[in-house]
Nanobody
Framework: QVQLVESGGGLVQPGGSLRLSCAAS????????IGWFRQAPGKVREGIAC????????HYADSVKGRFTISRENAKNTVYLQVGNLKPEDTAVYYC???????????????????WGQGTRVTVSS
């Protein structure tokens, strides 16, 4: 059974950074598209980054481009999201998701992913 476990969230001051992890089991991440999503209170879930393919192609939402970096460590079967220059509006529960994908392009829509983790909370506040 495909499983995804996020970790690394917490309370951070504005301008700070965190590294979120998405550990996968029962499948190999480099044969899947892995996406990171977030959902703030009262808002719809937003796709923010994804990674796919043997060349680790990436795709970012404009809202995080230049501040967030997605990466993949095949040996640990884990995908990371480095989140930097955090703002209060980045406060949300962050989820990773997976979908089998043998291509080189990944999307940021929730409906494109069948497998989801339980989320990790990021709070940006002084």
């Amino acid at each position: 059974q495909v499983q995804l476990v996020e970790s690394g969230g917490g309370l951070v001051q504005p301008g700070g950074s965190l590294r979120l992890s998405c550990a996968a089991s029962e499948f190999t991440v480099n044969y899947y598209a892995i996406g990171w999503f977030r959902q703030a209170p009262g808002k719809v879930r937003e796709g923010i980054a994804c990674i796919v393919g043997k060349d680790s192609s990436t795709h970012y939402a404009d809202s995080v481009k230049g501040r967030f970096t997605i990466s993949r460590e095949n040996a640990k079967n884990t995908v990371y999201l480095q989140v930097g220059n955090l703002k209060p509006e980045d406060t949300a529960v962050y989820y990773c998701a997976a979908q089998p994908n043998s291509g080189s392009w990944c999307g940021l829509s929730s409906f494109e992913y069948d497998y989801w983790g339980q989320g990790t909370r990021v709070t940006v506040s002084s």
